[in-house]
């Protein structure tokens, strides 16, 4: 399903971007693989063309067919710096109701050869406060290829929750500082999303249901 997603998901009419990805063991970054879930980034013109895509995909069902538990986000982007395969591709847009809904983060990179000893090796530091973090609701590394192209996607229950922890853990802070004189990524992009519609059934998102 992830070797020949990428034809059926080529040219689909509304859809700007996307990315097909595979999963770490546990949350945040591993470089050990999660068989059991992957994630389908896409970037749309409009919601209509969104929903169009969901009801109708052939390719789109036969995931959810084969998926013992699937749910779809709705995302809009609230801030996003950085850049994938060389550009930007999320367009903020924020409105007066931010302010109460959760909140999804994705940061990404493409991590230089050079330096994937020295970032896997301190990876486990890294994270050690995320997993007793409060306000966060889920969190898992992904990934368009293992070891040297990860992302984390985040889910928190509100900004104030996600702030706490981006600028009140010790670990953190210190991951962003090594980052900074380290130089390991060849290129990184970090987003802010407002996650405002779920569907599905995927139980770790229950918590999510409840605030959008």
Not at 17 to 40: A, V
């Amino acid at each position: 399903m992830m070797q020949f997603g990428h034809a059926s998901l080529a040219n689909i009419s509304g859809q700007q971007f996307y990315k097909l990805m595979g999963s770490g063991r546990g949350f945040g970054f591993n470089p050990w693989p999660d068989w059991s879930i992957y994630t389908l980034l896409q970037i749309w013109e409009n919601e209509e063309a969104a929903q169009l895509f969901t009801k109708s995909s052939p390719f789109f069902h036969k995931y959810c067919a084969k998926s013992a538990e699937s749910s779809t986000l709705y995302l809009r982007n609230i801030t996003s710096h950085g850049t994938w395969d060389g550009k930007n591709p999320f367009t903020p847009f924020t409105t007066s109701q931010d302010q109460r809904l959760p909140r999804l983060i994705l940061t990404r990179a493409t991590i230089k050869k050079s330096k994937l000893r020295t970032f896997w090796n301190y990876v486990p530091t890294s994270q050690k406060s995320l997993a007793n973090a409060t306000g966060l609701i889920y969190t898992k590394g992904v990934g368009e290829w293992p070891l040297i192209q990860m992302a984390t996607l985040s889910v928190w229950e509100n900004e104030a929750a996600m702030l706490d922890f981006a600028y009140g853990s010790k670990d953190h802070i210190k991951a962003i500082k090594m980052t900074k004189e380290l130089n390991w990524y060849k290129e990184e992009l970090f987003a802010r999303f407002v996650p405002y519609r779920i569907e599905g059934d995927f139980k770790e998102l229950k918590g999510l249901e409840e605030l959008v």
